[in-house]
């Protein structure tokens, strides 16, 4: 009989990386037999489910003060999140609990309670919030470690959002759901990348609960790139992302204005009226703005490389993995996950932040001859849903004994 699965995470749209991730998870186990079920916060944008009139109430940290209480009780596990949670596990009655991301909006009391009835527990890790109160692992656009031993370190320099009353709340989440109580109701902490098991262990985490698991290509966009012929290249380069101070860009807008290759950026974030100001002049720089799945498919299945120039902790990059499914070279940062995803035939390897290396990089990745098919046809069997899925059984499996 086929394991019945309860998929919990915050929001139950596509908002982000985490809930397409948990929602593709869904589609994922379903098409494979699994009964499946799924909790999240009610919310305006949420989508239609079996399983909606169980979801939380919803809550807000920017409202007025009685609504800061309530989101700030249901931060530590407080309030109406145990009935409705327990009332699902009551009717649904399922072999695993499968945590996505469960953090202020939801909180960590939904594994506690999981695990009191002796239902298995897994967590996949979408960013760093079991490390880093503000979730990111940066301070001041750098890469910073100090709350892995010092949790107070988000409340010295105010991490959430520049706010005191933000930080302040993260710092009480915290302490509340230290590592000590985490690890005692989580079976397997799935992590999609090498460097966050890394990472975990470095927190002191129990390495034999960190299971390494990256992520999987949306099945559709991976039909799409599948049906996109990859053997013929135009003379450009690509990055595909937000336009924010984490991912690099300034440096990758640096370097791009010393090269002579042409740039085209797909994305938008809170630097791109800056960024279109400050490099109109450069006709090399094409800003295409927002595109669908099959815009991207196309942009990067002509591409000669892609980018991903982060100089924050990558966990797992998507931008990666459908670069390599669409046959694309990465030129890719030495930070976070992006290293172990690219190897000496499927791209290169810069330093962080170093926008003369980024330049070079690019160079190189445009000058050499790519055997762009065997790139696709490697990756699409990587990052393919069935790869994933046959891990995935296995870690549902292990954490049965």
């Not at 749209?13 to 098409?31: A, F, H, I, Q, W």
């Not at 390599?324 to 035939?345: F, K, M, Q, R, Y």
Request: aromatic letters at 8%; a neutral charge; charged letters at 20%.
């Amino acid at each position: 009989m086929a394991l019945k699965i309860l998929l919990v995470n915050k929001f139950y749209y596509p908002r982000g990386g985490d809930c397409v991730v948990m929602m593709n998870t869904e589609s994922l186990l379903l098409s494979a037999g699994y009964e499946v079920a799924v909790y999240a916060m009610q919310y305006p944008e949420t989508v239609d489910s079996p399983y909606k009139k169980y979801f939380a109430s919803e809550v807000k940290f920017a409202g007025g003060l009685g609504e800061k209480v309530n989101g700030l009780k249901r931060t530590l596990g407080m309030g109406d999140i145990t009935e409705s949670f327990t009332k699902l596990l009551d009717d649904f009655q399922p072999d695993v609990v499968h945590l996505h991301n469960i953090h202020s909006y939801l909180s960590p009391v939904l594994g506690q309670i999981a695990h009191s009835r002796g239902i298995r527990v897994v967590w996949t890790l979408h960013d760093y919030k079991l490390l880093c109160p503000s979730y990111s692992c940066m301070r001041d656009a750098r890469p910073c470690e100090l709350c892995y031993t010092q949790k107070c370190g988000v409340l010295k320099h105010r991490c959430m959002k520049g706010s005191l009353a933000a930080s302040a709340i993260a710092w009480l989440e915290a302490k509340k759901w230290n590592r000590k109580v985490l690890e005692s109701f989580t079976d397997a902490f799935i992590c999609p990348s090498e460097f966050m098991a890394s990472k975990m262990e470095l927190g002191g985490f129990d390495t034999q609960k960190l299971k390494v698991l990256c992520n999987f290509v949306d099945p559709k966009k991976l039909e799409i790139l599948r049906a996109t012929d990859c053997t013929s290249r135009a003379d450009y380069y690509c990055y595909v992302g937000r336009l924010s101070e984490e991912k690099g860009v300034r440096s990758l807008l640096e370097a791009a204005s010393k090269v002579k290759h042409e740039l085209r950026i797909a994305g938008g974030g809170p630097l791109t009226d800056e960024l279109k100001a400050k490099y109109a002049h450069c006709p090399n720089i094409k800003f295409l703005g927002h595109l669908d799945a099959h815009g991207v498919a196309s942009l990067l299945s002509q591409a000669k490389c892609s980018v991903m120039p982060s100089v924050c902790y990558e966990n797992n990059p998507l931008g990666v993995i459908e670069s390599l499914c669409a046959g694309t070279p990465v030129v890719g940062a030495n930070i976070g996950g992006i290293p172990e995803l690219i190897s000496a035939d499927t791209g290169i390897i810069f330093e962080s932040g170093n926008a003369e290396a980024l330049a070079t990089g690019i160079d190189m990745a445009m000058s050499r001859t790519w055997l762009h098919p065997d790139i696709k046809a490697e990756s699409i069997n990587r990052f393919s849903p069935e790869s994933h899925l046959k891990i995935l059984a296995n870690i549902y499996s292990d954490t049965k004994d």
